[in-house]
């Protein structure tokens, strides 16, 4: 496998003619190929120079083409996360740059997000179950108004998040990244300290990337450290959670959980998760609304503007 600083090939998952603002083929040298993930290439993977990862056909379908992608100078992914593109990164010549889609998920994902925190608290789940059978299932349920709320990764979405409580009157918002440092909103704690805010959050949200140091990051541990009455919401990836662990305090009732995100997921039919008590799942559906063609369409416009130029790409978070 060669070098060839002449390839031009981009491939796509969106057919070039549907995003407004890309170079002109003529004009820029580009030669766009359209591929979604299907089982044959569209063009030979050596003249790849900048590869679309197809949004989410999971890790077999991102990694497929990359050990014949000699040329590839850019990976860009259309999701907040890398995790199912770092395992063919190996593949690659050094110098290439993996980009994600900052800017595209955070709305979504923050939106999401605040739907499964007031759904669990206030009991919609029962309310519609309760639909469903006819009942009326009146009662008192816990408001978000008052609560502590622990943002566990406080990157783009963490903040959009943080955005999207302030008119529900939480009692304060706690913030988690990787390393302590200072925002305009007020500290973010690091990691080590998690251990010390865990027992005063009444519910923690995990929006972290998924990385060795991540994996089952909310095991039996974390878990134990939540307060009794406690919430905690997925939004990051199903093995940040230790699953098993989780059942485990579930059914004792100690604390309860929404899952935009499942270990294993899809979450087959069966899995004690479906029906554990307190439990609400949603289908990893964070990012898939109405938002996410028109930012992906003007992120990969922007993108390959800058490549055409001979420019750095935005959003690098690894090069090879």
């Not at 029962?126 to 349920?141: I, K, L």
């Not at 997925?234 to 230790?242: I, L, S």
């Not at 922007?302 to 090069?319: D, I, K, S």
Request: aromatic share 6%.
């Amino acid at each position: 496998m060669t070098f060839d600083d002449t390839a031009t090939d981009v491939w796509l998952p969106i057919p070039a003619d549907e995003i407004e603002g890309l170079p002109a083929p003529g004009a820029s040298g580009l030669n766009y190929r359209f591929w979604d993930g299907g089982p044959d290439f569209p063009a030979d993977p050596e003249r790849c120079a900048f590869y679309v990862v197809p949004y989410m056909k999971g890790e077999e379908v991102a990694c497929r083409p990359l050990p014949a992608m000699g040329s590839v100078r850019v990976v860009q992914t259309l999701s907040a996360g890398i995790d199912h593109v770092t395992p063919g990164l190996g593949a690659l010549r050094p110098g290439v740059r993996l980009c994600n889609a900052r800017g595209v998920h955070e709305a979504s994902t923050a939106e999401l997000t605040l739907a499964l925190i007031l759904a669990s608290l206030r009991g919609i789940p029962g309310f519609v179950r309760g639909q469903d059978a006819e009942e009326w299932r009146a009662g008192f349920y816990p408001a978000l108004a008052d609560k502590s709320v622990l943002i566990v990764g406080y990157g783009s979405i963490g903040a959009a998040i943080e955005d999207r409580l302030v008119p529900f009157e939480c009692a304060r918002v706690v913030r988690v990244a990787r390393s302590a440092r200072a925002t305009e909103r007020g500290p973010v704690h690091a990691l080590s300290e998690l251990p010390a805010l865990l027992p005063e959050a009444d519910v923690v949200v995990l929006s972290v990337p998924l990385t060795p140091g991540t994996r089952h990051l909310a095991d039996a541990g974390f878990l134990a450290r939540m307060k009794d009455g406690a919430l905690l919401v997925n939004v990051a990836r199903g093995p940040v959670v230790d699953t098993a662990a989780l059942l485990k305090e579930a059914e004792r009732g100690r604390i309860t959980a929404a899952l935009d995100v499942t270990d294993p997921e899809p979450l087959p039919a069966g899995h004690p998760l479906w029906h554990a008590p307190g439990v609400l799942v949603s289908p990893h559906v964070g990012g898939s609304t109405s938002a996410f063609m028109p930012r992906a369409k003007r992120l990969l416009a922007a993108q390959l503007t800058r490549f055409a130029a001979g420019e750095e790409p935005g959003n690098v978070v690894l090069t090879t």
